[in-house]
T-cell receptor, first 113, second 118 residues
Framework: EAQVTQNPRYLITVTGKKLTVTCSQNMNHEYMSWYRQDPGLGLRQIYYSMNVEVTDKGDVPEGYKVSRKEKRNFPLILESPSPNQTSLYFC????????????FGPGTRLTVL | AQTVTQSQPEMSVQEAETVTLSCTYDTSESDYYLFWYKQPPSRQMILVIRQEAYKQQNATENRFSVNFQKAAKSFSLKISDSQLGDAAMYFCAYRRPAGGTSYGKLTFGQGTILTVHP
């Protein structure tokens, strides 16, 4: 089944404890992206990747890192999480940067205490 | 920068009735793409319908249709014969045309919570 998977789905952590949210797609998509969803703000792009080893900042990249060593994986790294990073996170992928159909993962609910 | 505005935080509709969700956007581009996504309580983002700005004809997908007014920069979603399963958060989104950086990015509105009453 073609899909985007994220792990973990739920995470409660404490300020400053490094964490990684994994994202994997099995559709051989070139373009992958991370969004965060906050009440009243909709979804905002954090980082994106056009292909392996090619990443760039989105609208809200502060406090986050990403890597794209393999085409299928695009992990989101929070080196020192803070309470303002409590949010719902989505990974998305599409065949290419210009392709209309973006497939979203199931979301990761992160709480930073 | 492009912005997308959904001015209705919440809407409600009776089952089998019709409801329209509003969306306006701001852009200086002439060619772009617009989308409506549905987010049910499961939180999954589901593409409902999309519209290419160069197409004058409004997109339709079964009970879902859009009213695309390019000059007014308006992109409303009409749901006909509403069903209980339509209850969800709905997001309007904009994507700029190909070329340049960040053109894969979706810019989302704030969302509208739709309640369907039996």
């Amino acid at each position: 089944e073609a899909q985007v998977t994220q792990n973990p789905r739920y995470l409660i952590t404490v300020t400053g404890k490094k964490l990684t949210v994994t994202c994997s797609q099995n559709m051989n998509h070139e373009y992958m992206s991370w969004y965060r969803q906050d009440p009243g703000l909709g979804l905002r792009q954090i980082y994106y990747s056009m292909n392996v080893e090619v990443t760039d900042k989105g609208d809200v990249p502060e406090g986050y890192k990403v890597s794209r060593k393999e085409k299928r994986n695009f992990p989101l790294i929070l080196e020192s999480p803070s309470p303002n990073q409590t949010s719902l996170y989505f990974c998305a992928s599409s065949l290419s940067q210009g392709h209309n159909e973006q497939f979203f993962g199931p979301g990761t609910r992160l709480t930073v205490l | 920068a492009q912005t997308v505005t959904q001015s209705q935080p919440e809407m409600s509709v009776q089952e089998a009735e019709t409801v329209t969700l509003s969306c306006t956007y701001d852009t200086s581009e002439s060619d772009y793409y617009l989308f409506w996504y549905k987010q049910p309580p499961s939180r999954q983002m589901i593409l409902v319908i999309r519209q290419e700005a160069y197409k004058q004809q409004n997109a339709t997908e079964n009970r879902f249709s859009v009213n695309f007014q390019k000059a007014a920069k308006s992109f409303s979603l009409k749901i006909s014969d509403s069903q209980l399963g339509d209850a969800a958060m709905y997001f309007c989104a904009y994507r700029r045309p190909a070329g340049g950086t960040s053109y894969g990015k979706l810019t989302f509105g704030q969302g509208t919570i739709l309640t369907v009453h039996p």
